[in-house]
């Protein structure tokens, strides 16, 4: 049993560095790829618009999501902490002045004290003094490493409101582009639309050079019969009687005077 698994295992091994360092899987790669692109052009245009329509408008709930989940609880964090600095701030200042209080009783030498109507000796106040100061050191430091904590929270708190601002404004460019990309997808449409209707484009063109064509015929027809009745209209005469040539010369001669071409008087 355990030799099967193992020989499988070692099948898996190979299979895989067979792919990882021969061109099979570099064919392999590139196959999947050409798949998943094929596959990815297969998806309708207005799907995918409304796909990445409904993707943007999800940023809105992403958006809600982090002011609920991370922006509202660290700003009452933020709060909070406010608060209990300020709180702390004081009481330090209430402290240091009952410090500086015992302080100066101290250096004034006494070796009684009355404090609230109860009698103290001298070495109790010192006592107290030193312990209370140690305190007050312990309050310090823990109020500045509050603050640095403040500051620390309202500069993550500014650069989540920042990235969310980031996320809002690329959203409007996202609603934008998804705006220009219905309006080249419908001018995609009008131009199919037309070249659909190129094949009556290309009717109404053969009509139209038919009909030129039947124009020029009719043309040609008329200039034909045109002619013809020039033709008609200049007869030979047949069967009449013919004038004699001398005779129309004479005529013409008489008509110009009685000269020839020359101009010289004719001798008849």
């Not at 998943?36 to 940023?59: C, G, K, W, Y």
């Not at 009687?241 to 020839?260: I, L, Q, W």
Request: with cysteine; aromatic share 6%; charged share 35%.
């Amino acid at each position: 049993m355990w030799r099967k698994v193992t020989i499988v295992a070692l099948g898996v091994i190979v299979a895989a560095a067979v792919l990882s360092y021969t061109k099979l899987g570099s064919y392999a790669g590139t196959a999947w790829g050409k798949f998943r692109t094929t596959a990815s052009n297969q998806v309708p245009v207005d799907f995918e618009i409304n796909r990445l329509e409904h993707e943007v408008e999800q940023l809105v709930s992403d958006i809600k999501k982090q002011n609920r989940d991370v922006i509202a609880p660290e700003r009452v964090a933020i709060d909070n902490l406010r608060e209990d600095i300020a709180a702390t701030r004081t009481k330090l200042d209430e402290q240091r002045n009952v410090l500086l209080q015992l302080q100066k009783d101290l250096d004034s030498g006494e070796t009684t004290f009355i404090y609230a109507g109860v009698s103290y000796k001298r070495e109790r106040i010192l006592e107290k003094l030193a312990r209370d100061f140690e305190s007050y050191k312990r309050a310090e430091a823990g109020l500045t490493a509050k603050q640095q904590l403040l500051e620390s929270k309202e500069q993550a708190l500014a650069a989540a409101k920042e990235q969310l601002e980031v996320i809002r404004q690329q959203r409007d460019e996202l609603k934008a582009q998804i705006e220009q990309l219905k309006a080249e997808a419908m001018n995609v449409k009008l131009a199919q639309s037309r070249c659909k209707v190129q094949v009556d484009d290309s009717r109404l063109a053969d009509i139209k050079k038919s009909m030129n064509d039947l124009r020029n015929r009719l043309k040609a027809d008329r200039i034909a019969a045109e002619m013809e009745g020039e033709f008609a209209n200049d007869p030979i005469p047949v069967g009449k009687k013919v004038r004699p040539a001398s005779e129309v010369t004479r005529e013409v001669r008489e008509y110009f005077g009685g000269k020839n071409a020359d101009g010289k008087v004719a001798i008849e």
